[in-house]
């Protein structure tokens, strides 16, 4: 007997949806069949990415969002389940960074990576997973899904990206912390942890010959591609999964193996 996944009826929030895996999560579950709520501060590109999924057949809304400020966030996540209706599926995906040494990091860049990944997602996860948990109060047998995107750089050490690795290293213990409390009420949390993908950021990097030096250390050297993350995106956000809960997996082509 095969297994089909069907988003149909579920309201899906992407935050960092306006490019790279964001906007690739956003596509996969709006084909599938979810409303997808597109949040980023960079609306314009919000609104390109609409006309796409729409022109596709798909469901999407466009909201402002800045995970840095806590206004912002919560005036989001209001705005997108006034748009949209409840949030069913969260996929927590803002996050940037900074390339390096540890000792060249200032106050500034900290700040920079921690507001957006770890403090930010935090505040995202957290004040959905409330409207979440008041539904669920409502109706015991409803089930929510949060996807954190964390990163292979928080399972393992990579070099000049430290403030990085330590960001998404908190977002890992954030997932199963929030797995542990938040289960009982129907809220699987669980977190995918990409390695090397070839996104629009960085795409002219792997070809140059610092990155063709980098992806000749990977264990098939190659980088992925962000549709090489759609069958555990779409996975881990179906009613499915009600058995994975807490959940780091990673999709990085056997590099957290060494």
Not at 36 to 53: C, D, F, N, Q
Not at 168 to 178: G, I, P, Q
Request: with cysteine.
């Amino acid at each position: 007997m095969g297994i089909e996944l069907n988003f149909e009826g579920k309201i899906a929030l992407v935050t960092g949806a306006s490019s790279g895996l964001g906007a690739r999560f956003a596509k996969i579950l709006a084909q599938a069949g979810a409303q997808v709520v597109l949040a980023s501060r960079r609306i314009e590109r919000l609104k390109e990415l609409r006309a796409e999924i729409e022109a596709d057949g798909g469901a999407a809304h466009v909201v402002s969002l800045d995970v840095t400020d806590y206004a912002s966030i919560k005036s989001a996540i209001a705005h997108a389940e006034t748009e949209a209706g409840p949030i069913d599926i969260l996929v927590n995906n803002s996050g940037v960074s900074t390339t390096q040494r540890l000792i060249d990091v200032t106050p500034e860049d900290y700040a920079f990576v921690m507001d957006t990944n770890t403090r930010g997602a935090f505040f995202v996860a957290q004040e959905t997973a409330k409207r979440m948990i008041t539904r669920a109060k409502g109706d015991p047998k409803k089930q929510h899904r949060i996807i954190n995107i964390a990163s292979v750089a928080g399972l393992r050490v990579l070099p000049q990206i430290g403030v990085y690795c330590m960001s998404k290293s908190a977002v890992v213990h954030m997932t199963k912390s929030m797995a542990v409390e938040w289960g009982r009420f129907g809220i699987n949390v669980n977190a995918i942890c990409p390695g090397y993908i070839s996104t629009e950021i960085n795409a002219e990097h792997f070809n140059t010959e610092q990155g063709k030096v980098l992806v000749d250390m990977l264990p098939r050297k190659r980088v992925g591609q962000p549709e090489d993350l759609d069958g555990l995106l779409l996975l881990l956000a179906s009613e499915e999964s009600h058995f994975i809960n807490g959940a780091i997996v990673t999709a990085d082509d056997g590099m957290s193996a060494f």
